[in-house]
């Protein structure tokens, strides 16, 4: 019963993690389109896209750091890694936007 109630835990911390990830990717990528139709220079673009979702981004973080304390991470660990982790979503967004606009594409949304 206790491994069945921790492994169902564990489950649900995984699915709160991967739902919030895709409502930053999300997020992200709708300003990466929105942007890429503006044919914004991509200084300008990077700066929205780490400046935009902010809400979504904090969710984020905040599911992976829960998860990486109840597993034994210090607070600063789980800071760091959680926010390394949003970091690396949105610069997948901008390191592709040269790509999208020299393809004429658009990043799928999730």
Known sequence: MIIASALFL????AEDIEKSRIKLANCVAKVTIEHIGKKTPKPLFEDAARSSCAKEKAKYISSIKAD??????????????ASEEAENVVDSYINGYDDYLETNTIPALE
């Open 68 to 81: 990486e304390i109840k597993f034994g991470a210090s607070e600063d660990e789980a800071s760091e890694y």
């Open 10 to 13: 564990f489950i649900v911390q």
